[in-house]
């Protein structure tokens, strides 16, 4: 009964933009293109923190945090 509940639950749950140019599905738009997204900034690289490529970065030397 229990996981009969969970799953109507869940069953209601979709993904969720704050920002319209977050979701990939709207990059092409005219409203997530330069100069129009740029009056608010709302341009992907200004909603993912100026990152362009949206991937984490990964160090590639020094030490590694994690291994202390």
């Known amino acids: ?3 009969l509940l969970i799953v109507l639950l869940l069953a209601g749950c979709e993904q969720y933009y704050r920002y319209p140019c977050q979701d990939p ?3 092409e738009t005219a409203r997530c293109q330069k100069p129009v997204c740029e009056v608010n900034q709302e341009c992907p690289e200004h909603v993912f923190n100026g990152q362009k490529n949206m991937e984490p970065e990964v160090k590639k030397e020094g030490k590694n945090e994690c291994a202390r």
């Open 1 to 3: 009964m229990r996981a």
């Open 25 to 27: 599905a709207n990059w």
